[in-house]
């Protein structure tokens, strides 16, 4: 599972926002597709230069990431890399193309437990419901700094 971070929380949100709302949602294309619309949010490409990059190599956003090699310079590569530096892991990418993860899965209502990888009201189901999950490990794993109040002797003594 991705690493919980508000930077990555937000994406998500935004991403799941435009695929509801928006008509450009082709799961066939590389840049407005799940993963693509992630990539939009946590990178500052386009569509079109997103899906220009990765069909530089071939295959969908699964076959790009059982291709990708950290050290090969290609440009899927680094837009790879990009996403993996905000939290995110190959297997959350392959996971997201086709709307796999169990451990969302397991938290959609029963009557949405069966998504279509291709529908964009599914993919903005299960962002948000991934985005759910990655707050709640945020907020039950960060730290409230401890701080001290110290008295001096003028207020100890007024007390």
Same mark, same amino acid.
């Given at each position: 599972?991705?690493?919980?971070?508000?930077?990555?929380?937000?994406?998500?949100?935004?991403?799941?926002?435009?695929?509801?709302?928006?008509?450009?949602?082709?799961?066939?294309?590389?840049?407005?597709?799940?993963?693509?619309?992630?990539?939009?949010?946590?990178?500052? &490409?386009?569509?079109?230069?997103?899906?220009?990059? @990765?069909?530089?190599?071939?295959?969908?956003? %699964?076959?790009?990431? #059982? !291709? *990708?090699?950290?050290?090969?310079?290609?440009?899927?590569?680094?837009?790879?890399?990009?996403?993996?530096?905000?939290?995110?892991?190959?297997?959350?990418?392959?996971?997201?193309?086709?709307?796999?993860?169990?451990?969302?899965?397991?938290?959609?209502?029963?009557?949405?437990?069966? &998504?279509?990888?291709?529908?964009?009201?599914?993919? @903005?189901?299960?962002?948000?419901?991934?985005? %759910?999950?990655?707050? #709640? !490990? *945020?907020?039950?794993?960060?730290?409230?700094?401890?701080?001290?109040?110290?008295?001096?002797?003028?207020?100890?003594?007024?007390?």
């Amino acid at each position: 599972m991705a690493k919980a971070n508000p930077e990555l929380i937000a994406a998500m949100r935004r991403a799941a926002d435009r695929i509801e709302k928006e008509k450009n949602y082709q799961w066939g294309h590389m840049g407005h597709c799940n993963c693509g619309y992630l990539a939009q949010e946590l990178t500052s &490409l386009k569509p079109a230069e997103i899906h220009r990059i @990765a069909l530089q190599r071939s295959g969908d956003w %699964n076959d790009q990431c #059982e !291709d *990708y090699c950290d050290n090969s310079r290609m440009p899927i590569d680094l837009l790879i890399s990009e996403l993996l530096s905000k939290g995110l892991s190959i297997e959350d990418l392959m996971k997201l193309e086709k709307l796999s993860d169990r451990f969302v899965l397991s938290r959609l209502p029963k009557d949405q437990k069966y &998504l279509e990888r291709n529908n964009n009201q599914h993919v @903005a189901i299960y962002l948000n419901t991934w985005a %759910n999950l990655l707050e #709640e !490990d *945020y907020l039950n794993n960060v730290e409230i700094e401890k701080f001290s109040i110290e008295l001096n002797e003028r207020e100890i003594i007024e007390l």
